[in-house]
């Protein structure tokens, strides 16, 4: 696993790591017995690789923030405006070292950036973490709103990791009788289309408040579940929503949908969807695509205000 890091922090990320490699320990044998942590700042380190997981982004300054709250109050534009050109130069890299590899991106916004990297790279197997981590925040809400055990009912969000996301009619399934069912979704899912930011918010520098880090124990956890079913051969597969291309489901664009890791493999699982939930896709990819517009046209103004 390779860590791309400044000299001067190396100190720090061995000791991270040797506590990681430790906490591996106690989560799975098998699985830290057969990983090597790498700490590196020699992107050629990546030739060969199978997997590249980009984890890199940066702050927005509060000038940056307050400059883009009059056009997007979720704050997820900024976050795209100043991840482009790090996704750009990563997938050039990419291209250069490890053309064939499979691309997990975590950067916000991940389904920009997904398809700002699907763009850059000349293999298109790009996929973005972000309605499986909505999916496991919806079951715990629903289970505290209904009191139901999360063993007996399911769902999977799909669409896109904001506030376009919704829930898959066809994975939706409940054992006991519940009144008003259909209150307690909606209400569920909007308080999980706020509750990254909740998490986020909550977790707020006391001595630096304008810097926010955003959840990342969850999306920790999501990544050791997929890479110990991509790394390991005695892991089970496992199958969860990834931003990809929607080829199986003969639509000419991409969004959160099902997606099967196994070893040394990620496939394109057919995703059912009803006719409430194509009208909901077809909003969330309407605004998508007018978002990463908006970031490229952001990009080429500032570019062509450098070279003035």
């Given at each position: 696993?390779?860590?791309?890091?400044?000299?001067?922090?190396?100190?720090?990320?061995?000791?991270?790591?040797?506590?990681?490699?430790?906490?591996?320990?106690?989560?799975?044998?098998?699985f830290s017995k057969n990983i090597d942590f790498l700490p590196t700042n020699r992107i050629n380190d990546i030739a060969n690789s199978n997997l590249v997981i980009i984890c890199a982004g940066l702050f927005a300054n509060q000038e940056e923030k307050t400059k883009y709250t009059l056009t997007d109050l979720s704050g997820r534009h900024i976050q795209a405006y100043k991840n482009f050109p790090i996704i750009n130069n990563l997938c050039e890299q990419i291209n250069l070292h490890t053309p064939n590899t499979s691309v997990i991106i975590i950067t916000n916004q991940v389904d920009i950036m997904s398809e700002i990297a699907r763009k850059k790279l000349h293999s298109a197997k790009v996929y973005g973490l972000g309605c499986y981590l909505d999916t496991i925040r919806f079951k715990k809400i629903f289970s505290t709103l209904t009191h139901l055990k999360q063993s007996e009912f399911d769902a999977v969000l799909l669409g896109f990791h904001n506030q376009n996301l919704f829930i898959q009619d066809a994975s939706f399934q409940i054992s006991s009788h519940l009144t008003n069912i259909e209150t307690y979704k909606k209400l569920a899912l909007q308080k999980t289309i706020n509750r990254g930011k909740e998490i986020s918010d909550m977790q707020k520098d006391i001595h630096h408040p304008n810097i926010n880090s955003g959840s990342s124990k969850l999306p920790a956890a999501a990544l050791f579940n997929i890479i110990a079913a991509f790394t390991q051969t005695n892991t089970?597969?496992?199958?969860?929503?990834?931003?990809?291309?929607?080829?199986?489901?003969?639509?000419?664009?991409?969004?959160?949908?099902?997606?099967?890791?196994?070893?040394?493999?990620?496939?394109?699982?057919?995703?059912?969807?009803?006719?409430?939930?194509?009208?909901?896709?077809?909003?969330?990819?309407?605004?998508?695509?007018?978002?990463?517009?908006?970031?490229?046209?952001?990009?080429?103004?500032?570019?062509?205000?450098?070279?003035?």
């Open positions: 696993m390779l860590y791309y890091i400044h000299q001067t922090i190396i100190k720090k990320i061995y000791g991270l790591l040797n506590d990681l490699e430790e906490a591996a320990l106690i989560r799975n044998q098998q089970k597969k496992i199958i969860i929503p990834l931003n990809r291309r929607l080829d199986k489901e003969n639509i000419s664009t991409a969004a959160q949908a099902l997606c099967q890791i196994s070893y040394n493999s990620i496939t394109h699982k057919y995703t059912e969807l009803s006719a409430n939930n194509l009208s909901e896709l077809k909003k969330g990819i309407e605004i998508i695509h007018k978002n990463i517009k908006f970031i490229q046209q952001l990009h080429t103004q500032s570019n062509n205000r450098g070279k003035e």
